[in-house]
């Protein structure tokens, strides 16, 4: 079965595939998230003993969605494993979680925190309470980040300049 999402729209655009898309993978446990902006936070609630046990808000710099994955995600079960194309570090706000990782479980407790390569095989469990929230950043977002040595806007950057405190003080007007 395909995968789907239908979100509560809060802001930008209504189409979530510019956020995030889903795809199925060759095996039924396993789908594969693509992220398709520079950067997302997703806060993520898990109340297991509630109807709607999981709430996501995912929120990108256009565009802002909540849902419950009881009602709006489709063709996937809690536990299936999952991929992505992105970096994501996961910080535990409160309660404890458990996340499966490459075929190994571990104990995250508030305060904690992961960072997941791309293409993990890795999925959380829901079975505590627990918030987290997950920042996940696409490989070109990460590339801008370290291309420190590299400046990208005025050729005048590309010069060091170097001046002297006389100098410097100067350019510094106090008012």
Excluded: W
């Amino acid at each position: 079965m395909a995968i789907s999402v239908t979100p509560t729209f809060q802001g930008g655009s209504k189409d979530i595939d510019q956020i995030i898309t889903f795809h199925d993978t060759a095996s039924p446990q396993i789908f594969y998230q693509e992220m398709n902006v520079p950067f997302a936070i997703t806060l993520l609630t898990c109340r297991p003993q509630e109807k709607n046990k999981i709430i996501i808000s995912n929120l990108s710099p256009d565009n802002q969605y909540n849902y419950a994955v009881s009602t709006s995600l489709k063709g996937r079960s809690a536990d299936s494993m999952h991929q992505h194309n992105h970096f994501e570090f996961m910080y535990i706000v409160n309660g404890s979680l458990y996340q499966i990782v490459e075929g190994k479980r571990f104990y995250y407790i508030p305060g904690s925190c992961c960072l997941l390569n791309r293409n993990t095989l890795h999925t959380e469990e829901y079975t505590t309470d627990f918030t987290c929230i997950f920042f996940s950043v696409s490989i070109d977002f990460v590339s801008r980040l370290t291309n420190y040595g590299h400046f990208l806007l005025f050729e005048k950057e590309q010069t060091p300049c170097l001046y002297s405190g006389k100098e410097l003080n100067s350019l510094i007007t106090v008012g």
